[in-house]
């Protein structure tokens, strides 16, 4: 007989919301990459973003083995900080994210 794992109630339904989320970020980013490639002013963010696309799918992975640390989310996270200083996007100031306010 094999045991069953008793999970808090929606936790699977959290992480396949989390996998497809984190799936739609690595396409976006993988298209962004493409159209950074091909402009002259962008192009030096492509290393960047392709990190970020790695650090993703590395964390998605460890967050479904549930072997993810808060380093690794954190890590994943300084490299879009890393990014966003980098080309010096500012949000502006009345940018909210939809379903959070």
């Given amino acids: 007989?094999?045991?069953?794992?008793v999970h808090p109630p929606g936790r699977v339904t959290?992480?396949?919301k989390a996998g497809l989320a984190t799936a739609a970020i690595i396409k976006l980013l993988s298209d962004a990459s493409k159209n950074a490639a091909a402009d002259p002013t962008l192009c030096k963010y492509v290393p960047n973003i392709?990190?970020?696309?790695?650090?993703?799918?590395s964390l998605g992975g460890k967050l479904k083995?549930?072997?993810a640390t808060d380093s690794d989310i954190n890590g994943t996270s300084n490299l879009f900080d890393q990014l966003k200083n980098g080309t010096?996007?500012?949000?502006?100031a009345n940018?909210?994210?939809p379903g959070l306010s």
């Fill in 1 to 5: 007989m094999v045991a069953h794992t």
């Fill in 14 to 16: 959290a992480i396949v």
């Fill in 50 to 57: 392709d990190t970020i696309k790695g650090s993703l799918g």
């Fill in 65 to 67: 083995d549930g072997t």
């Fill in 88 to 92: 010096g996007f500012t949000p502006p």
């Fill in 95 to 97: 940018a909210t994210l």
